[in-house]
């Protein structure tokens, strides 16, 4: 693996990202109900991906000082001065929370919240006919 990718692999926290990724990638496999189709799945994926490589990366951005006095975290990029923490830094991560988690929920919730079938039946509207409103109902 070239210098730049172990780099990227260590302020992102990716070994830990992928990790959380394949848990939410379960969470949707075993989820009973409607098969979720595979590009929303995908997209969930990526966007959990992108949002827990952000944390990672926030993590250390935030506490550079901190990690330059631990044995375990003074080899870290920021840490160690091979990146630079400046705002530049801190704008990347919030992108990279706040822009995949807005196409994740974009992408997964077509319907109005009213509608949405992974709320549970206590959380949902109630017809006048005393039904469920979630999807596959009768209204």
Not at 15 to 27: E, H, N
Not at 93 to 117: E, Y
Not at 118 to 135: E, I, L, Q, V
Request: proline letters at 7%; aromatic letters at 8%.
């Amino acid at each position: 693996m070239g210098r730049t990718a172990r780099l990227i692999f260590n302020v992102f926290k990716l070994r830990i990202g992928i990790v959380i990724a394949i848990t939410a990638l379960a969470g949707i496999a075993i989820t009973p109900g409607p098969q979720v189709p595979l590009w929303q799945v995908a997209i969930l994926g990526l966007a959990v991906l992108l949002s827990s490589a952000s944390a990672g990366a926030f993590n250390q951005y935030y506490e550079v000082d901190l990690d330059r006095k631990m044995d375990r975290t003074r080899r870290r990029p920021f840490a160690t001065g091979v990146l630079h923490a400046h705002r530049g830094w801190l704008t990347l991560i919030v992108l990279l929370t706040v822009l995949p988690v807005a196409v994740a929920w974009h992408a997964v919730n077509p319907l109005p919240p009213s509608s949405r079938s992974w709320a549970p039946s206590s959380m949902r509207s109630s017809t006048p006919s005393g039904s469920s409103a979630g999807r596959g109902g009768t209204s």
